[in-house]
């Protein structure tokens, strides 16, 4: 009769498989990421609208720019001051334009928070005009008119 160590035995476990499901998940979801929404920032409460419409489609070249309620602008998670736009608008100019593109077929995508200034937002608009940009979307929620 055969002896018996009293060691347990090693299983070596194959981690192939499950590392190559990790990267399919991890690439399936980047491509179903909506990054249409990865521009919103919670900070902002847009205003309700009645005359708010859905996007027709999607914005080509979109600029987004964040009006929060201090007056200041957040443009790429950063915080900057409204005078401080046409410097950032400036880069994206530069940048469309080494890309052979025109600014004025960008969209500058606004949204403002409900509270904001009505001539903040007119600023913002004035701000790109004089960069080149001439393509604007407002962004407000739907408002059912309950």
Same mark, same amino acid.
């Given at each position: 009769?055969?002896?018996?160590?009293?060691? =347990?035995?090693?299983?070596?476990?194959?981690? +192939?498989?499950?590392?190559?499901? +990790?990267?399919?998940?991890? +690439?399936?979801?980047?491509? #179903?990421?909506?990054?249409? %929404? !990865?521009?919103?920032?919670?900070?902002?409460?847009? =205003?309700?609208?009645?005359?708010?419409?859905?996007?027709?489609? =999607?914005? %080509?070249? =979109?600029?987004?720019?964040?009006? !929060? *309620?201090?007056?200041?602008?957040?443009? $790429?998670? %950063?915080?900057? /001051?409204? @005078?401080?736009? /046409?410097?950032?608008? &400036?880069?994206?100019?530069? #940048?469309?334009?080494? !890309? @052979?593109? &025109?600014?004025? *077929? $960008? *969209?500058?995508?606004?949204? $403002?928070? /409900?509270?904001?200034?009505?001539?903040?937002?007119?600023?913002?608009?004035?701000?790109?005009?004089?960069? /080149?940009?001439?393509?604007? $979307?407002?962004?407000?929620?739907?408002?059912? @008119?309950?």
């Amino acid at each position: 009769m055969p002896k018996r160590s009293a060691e =347990p035995s090693s299983t070596d476990i194959d981690m +192939t498989p499950m590392i190559d499901m +990790t990267f399919q998940l991890i +690439t399936f979801f980047m491509f #179903v990421m909506n990054f249409s %929404e !990865a521009e919103q920032d919670d900070r902002i409460q847009l =205003p309700m609208s009645q005359l708010a419409k859905p996007v027709d489609g =999607p914005v %080509e070249k =979109p600029i987004t720019l964040q009006l !929060a *309620t201090n007056g200041s602008v957040i443009y $790429a998670g %950063e915080m900057i /001051g409204l @005078g401080d736009v /046409g410097g950032y608008l &400036e880069r994206e100019k530069s #940048v469309l334009i080494e !890309a @052979g593109k &025109e600014p004025s *077929t $960008a *969209t500058v995508i606004v949204r $403002a928070d /409900g509270r904001a200034k009505t001539g903040e937002v007119q600023e913002i608009i004035r701000i790109c005009q004089e960069k /080149g940009f001439e393509k604007f $979307a407002l962004r407000a929620k739907y408002d059912e @008119g309950r």
